[in-house]
């Protein structure tokens, strides 16, 4: 088959925060992409306002380099940035669709870890050729011989017997920061002996396969992401598989229903650096944006008019969180925000299946309610962020596992956790796991005080799990979970074992009630916060909720005395994060989201609605 030898397209991946972004980074500088002294901000690619403020990938990015070769030769390459982190698993499977190999990223001291698990399996279910980067070896806590045997060990965990040959992988160690990376072994903590990423793009073109073709096949180009113009409108983000696609050319459209439209392209994008320039064609291998289709999906193939042939629709993981989303419904609702109502809220959902895979939206019994399913909890919160900047006002509800039947048999979904802990709180993150149904599957000791514990866990104990760990091991602890497929329903257990302080009136709180308030337990408001029948208000030690006067004034007299004044010393509020309040919330708790606030709420507001609810749970 003939190939395209000056064209290369490479996925990057690795686990979260092991410099995917940083090394993209470096690519393009030294590829020329930017003016010298030209001032372009650090982690180029992560363009969301929310990807820059969490210091994570959230969507799969296109950028492409053109790279001088030793021999003198220009050639393109295109790379793909794709999220580390297992909840944008989808953009990561639409990623490695339009590559003909990977880079994997691996941090010299932390080594492989779940996520790196959860790429590196979706880059050899697919049987790409893989490049391995030791990057950070410059760290001074890097342990590049021990990294390089876990990987080795992690490819052998996940290699079928007839894959062997993949074991054949080139190595590159390299200091993404720095821009360096070499072929030969640095010492621990030491930089690559290469002033340049030159060893990087060598091992690129020798070990990532250039794209091939049929001479002579009809057009074929497989659309794996979406985009917009607010010139042009949609766009669609394909790859050429086979034929040629040019500005104005009339191809058929395979929707994914199976239907076959015929359209014309507007406008036809290539990708250079970051910046999409019109072209006028594309040929078998290149990664382009078009024009003109309004209605476009992910998964959908544009073939020729005469005789088309479509190319499989694209397959996701099946999500394992799920978690309702309504209008809001407290009595302060349209307090803030802008976009308040049932259909608009459908609206922004349905635009969101469009450009996102991994996502679906089912109905409830209510019908300003939706369940909306996902990867996990930090994907769905990241959706109700953006939908909250977009100035929705929303009711959360608490995150919930996905259950599936399995020969008759309720399977829930299991994870892969773990944690980097110090080796005093080992007893203690034990004894959490085993509240949660864990089991230990694997532990390490790397000999500097520090442990490394693996658990399979029932996806639903690691709801609201986060927040306990940290304060169980004094902010010290590191953990990370992947998905491991599903297991027989473990049977129940608690995972809160504190109660709420909840408020039994509308009001603005007091300091003088919050005094007496603070013993009680945590406080979450601060003196002149709005209130409400039914708000949470704080935590209660134990493991009932407390009903509360939050608003309580004190009672003026005419008797002055000079010390009954004073200042009543107030303990600063707990102030959470909107993943902190989803993970707090109990089983009949809720969110109430807004542009500018988020409550803690009880689903039923009533303190007699409340009491029903008990005694019917009692009695059923």
């Given at each position: 088959?003939?190939i395209?030898?000056d064209?290369r397209?490479v ?5 979260v925060?092991h410099g995917?972004?940083?090394?993209v980074?470096a690519?393009l500088w030294q ?5 010298e ?5 650090n982690?180029?690619?992560d363009s969301?306002?929310?990807e820059?403020e ?6 799969a ?10 021999d ?5 390459v295109?790379?793909i940035d794709t999220?580390?982190h297992a909840?944008?698993?989808?953009e ?7 590559v003909d190999?990977?880079?994997l990223?691996?941090?010299?001291s932390e ?6 698990r959860?790429v590196l399996?979706k880059?050899?279910?697919k ?7 030791i990057n ?5 806590d ?10 080795y060990?992690l ?14 992988f080139p ?6 920061k ?10 621990d ?6 002033p340049?990423?030159?060893?990087l ?9 250039a ?6 096949a ?7 992401n979406?985009?917009a113009?607010?010139y042009l ?9 086979n034929?040629e696609?040019r500005r104005?050319?009339q191809?058929a459209?395979c929707?994914?229903d199976?239907?076959?439209q015929t359209?014309k392209?507007t406008e036809?994008?290539?990708t250079e650096?970051?910046?999409r320039k019109?072209?006028?064609k594309?040929?078998?291998g290149?990664i382009?944006?078009?024009?003109g289709?309004p209605d476009?999906?992910?998964?959908e ?6 005789n088309?042939q ?9 999500p394992s969180?799920s978690?309702?989303?309504?209008i809001n419904t407290?009595?302060?609702a349209g307090?803030s925000g802008k976009?308040l109502t049932?259909?608009l809220?459908?609206?922004?959902l349905?635009q969101e ?7 679906r ?6 019908p300003?309610?939706?369940e909306?399913q996902g990867r ?18 929303l009711t959360?509800g608490?995150?919930q ?9 309720v399977?829930?979904?299991?994870e892969?956790?773990?944690v ?7 007893g203690?993150?034990t004894?959490l ?5 864990g089991r230990m599957?694997t532990?390490?000791?790397h000999?500097?005080?520090?442990v490394r ?5 029932p996806a639903r104990g690691l ?12 902010g ?6 992947v998905?491991e497929g599903?297991?027989?329903w ?5 995972t ?6 909840v408020?039994d009136r509308?009001?603005?709180?007091t300091s ?9 337990g ?14 949470i208000v704080?935590e ?5 909720d ?5 608003t309580?004034?004190?009672k003026l007299t005419?008797?002055?005395?000079s010390t009954?004044d004073e ?7 707990k102030v959470?994060?909107m993943?902190q309040a ?12 807004t542009?500018?606030f988020?409550?803690i ?5 009533s303190a007699n609605?409340r ?8 009695k059923?």
């Amino acid at each position: 088959m003939p190939i395209r030898e000056d064209l290369r397209n490479v996925a990057i991946i690795a686990h979260v925060d092991h410099g995917k972004t940083t090394l993209v980074d470096a690519m393009l500088w030294q590829s020329g992409a930017f003016r010298e002294g030209s001032d372009v901000d650090n982690r180029v690619m992560d363009s969301m306002d929310l990807e820059r403020e969490k210091g994570i990938t959230i969507l799969a990015k296109n950028t492409a380099v053109r790279h001088r070769r030793p021999d003198g030769t220009e050639a393109t390459v295109n790379i793909i940035d794709t999220p580390g982190h297992a909840d944008f698993g989808g953009e990561v499977e639409r990623g490695l669709e339009m590559v003909d190999g990977v880079v994997l990223l691996v941090d010299s001291s932390e080594g492989p870890l779940p996520q790196t698990r959860f790429v590196l399996r979706k880059a050899l279910a697919k049987k790409l050729p893989i490049i391995v980067v030791i990057n950070k070896v410059d760290r001074p806590d890097a342990r590049i011989s021990a990294v390089v045997d876990d990987v080795y060990g992690l490819f052998m965990d996940l290699l079928d017997d007839d894959s062997a040959d993949i074991l054949d992988f080139p190595i590159v160690f390299a200091s993404a920061k720095a821009g360096r990376a070499s072929m030969t072994q640095p010492e621990d903590g030491g930089m690559p002996d290469s002033p340049d990423l030159e060893p990087l793009f060598d091992a690129i073109f020798q070990h990532i396969p250039a794209p091939s073709y049929e001479e002579g096949a009809v057009l074929q180009a497989h659309v794996t992401n979406l985009d917009a113009s607010p010139y042009l409108g949609r766009l669609a983000l394909l790859r050429v598989i086979n034929g040629e696609l040019r500005r104005g050319q009339q191809v058929a459209w395979c929707k994914t229903d199976g239907t076959v439209q015929t359209v014309k392209l507007t406008e036809l994008l290539m990708t250079e650096a970051l910046e999409r320039k019109p072209a006028e064609k594309a040929g078998p291998g290149d990664i382009v944006a078009i024009a003109g289709i309004p209605d476009i999906m992910i998964g959908e193939t544009l073939s020729d008019p005469e005789n088309p042939q479509p190319l499989p629709l694209i397959h996701v993981d099946e999500p394992s969180i799920s978690m309702t989303i309504g209008i809001n419904t407290s009595p302060l609702a349209g307090r803030s925000g802008k976009n308040l109502t049932a259909r608009l809220l459908k609206n922004r959902l349905d635009q969101e299946l469009i450009g996102n895979v991994s996502i679906r939206v089912l109905p409830t019994d209510r019908p300003d309610t939706w369940e909306v399913q996902g990867r996990g909890e930090l994907q769905l919160a990241i959706l109700v962020e953006m939908m909250r900047r977009e100035s929705f006002e929303l009711t959360v509800g608490k995150p919930q596992v996905v259950t599936k039947l399995v020969d008759g048999k309720v399977h829930e979904p299991i994870e892969r956790l773990t944690v980097d802990v110090p080796e005093e709180f080992l007893g203690t993150v034990t004894q959490l796991m085993g509240l949660r149904r864990g089991r230990m599957d694997t532990m390490v000791n790397h000999g500097t005080g520090w442990v490394r514990l693996e658990f399979l866990v029932p996806a639903r104990g690691l709801i609201g799990f986060r927040t306990e760990f940290l304060t169980e091991t004094r902010g010290t602890g590191i953990m990370h979970h992947v998905s491991e497929g599903y297991e027989p329903w473990a049977g129940d257990f608690r995972t809160r074992p504190t109660g709420s302080l909840v408020a039994d009136r509308q009001g603005v709180v007091t300091s003088y009630a919050l005094f007496s308030l603070q013993e009680r337990g945590t406080m979450f408001v601060a003196p002149g916060a709005e209130v409400y029948e039914g708000m949470i208000v704080g935590e209660n030690p134990r493991a009932e909720d407390m009903d509360v006067n939050p608003t309580k004034e004190k009672k003026l007299t005419n008797v002055r005395s000079s010390t009954a004044d004073e200042l009543e010393r107030l303990i600063p509020p707990k102030v959470m994060s909107m993943e902190q309040a989803l993970e707090f919330c109990a089983g009949d708790e809720c969110l109430e989201v807004t542009p500018d606030f988020v409550r803690i709420r009880k689903v039923a507001l009533s303190a007699n609605d409340r009491a029903k609810l008990r005694n019917r749970a009692k009695k059923g």
